[in-house]
């Protein structure tokens, strides 16, 4: 199994970027499909993008107040991936997950409950967006 640690939360506001960080450790870590989660206060812990082993495809949540704003990307020689977030909202504000997957399809990590029947989970990081 492997571990996670994300990192690059904080408090920013409306208007600016985070770029947070997952890094995984553990021998299978560059061959899991590895996938971001979101969980705001009193709600559901949400898809927010996900990326394959090798970073070739990618999918992104069909929320429209995300779109164009979001971009997964990741380094496996670093084992790491990221979540660049841009034009920041108060709204973004949650907790934020790093998921990995091993033997997954990046598009089967692109709902909740089905990501969390086959995925590690790491320890999340706060985002908070002021006004």
């Known amino acids: 199994q492997v571990q996670l640690v994300e990192s690059g939360g904080g408090l920013v506001q409306a208007g600016g970027s985070l770029r947070l960080s997952c890094a995984a450790s553990?021998?299978?870590?560059?061959?899991?499909?590895m996938g971001w989660f979101r969980q705001a206060p009193g709600k559901e812990r949400e898809f927010v993008a996900t990326i394959n082993y090798n970073g070739r495809n990618t999918y992104y949540t069909d929320s429209i107040s995300m779109k164009g704003r979001i971009t997964i990307s990741r380094d496996n020689a670093l084992n790491s991936v990221y979540l660049q977030m841009n034009s920041l909202k108060p709204e973004d504000t949650a907790v934020y997950y790093c998921?990995?997957?091993?033997?997954?399809?990046?598009?089967?990590?692109?709902?909740?409950?089905?990501?969390?029947?086959?995925?590690?989970w790491g320890q999340g990081t706060q985002v908070t967006v002021s006004s």
């Open positions: 998921a990995a997957a091993l033997n997954t399809l990046a598009k089967d990590l692109c709902n909740y409950y089905a990501a969390n029947l086959k995925s590690s």
């Open positions: 553990g021998r299978t870590a560059s061959s899991n499909a």
